[in-house]
């Protein structure tokens, strides 16, 4: 059970990325070819969804702030989703990028589900 409690703590966000996606794949490759079962894709899936939350909480201290058309929002489960349409995008550095479309995903910590 303590198990089961760990991996459901790492959203499966990072799945959708580029990474993700080519991992994905990869995985499935060696399924068909027979290399590998589909309880361990998932486990390798499941440490993915982990190291990457992980690494871009620890790592990443960057901060950019975003201006547009907020073209669709929703809630389910506690996860935010905005879909912001063009919009600019300011870094750190002062650069500004023109984005066509941006999707802003919120969720909540897991830390936070201890204090209930």
């Not at 290399?35 to 992980?54: C, G, R, Y």
């Not at 547009?68 to 300011?90: N, Q």
Request: proline share 2%; charged share 25%.
């Amino acid at each position: 059970m303590a198990a089961n409690r760990q991996s459901s703590q790492y959203y499966e966000l990072y799945r959708r990325s580029s990474i993700g996606m080519q991992l994905t794949d990869a995985l499935d490759e060696l399924i068909q070819s027979g290399h590998i079962n589909p309880v361990l894709a998932m486990k390798v899936l499941t440490q993915f969804d982990k190291s990457v939350a992980e690494t871009l909480n620890k790592k990443v201290k960057s901060k950019s702030s975003l201006k547009g058309h907020l073209h669709y929002y929703r809630s389910c489960d506690e996860v935010w989703t905005f879909i912001v349409k063009d919009a600019m995008l300011k870094l750190d550095n002062g650069e500004m990028l023109p984005v066509s479309r941006a999707r802003i995903v919120a969720c909540k910590l897991g830390d936070s589900s201890a204090a209930k």
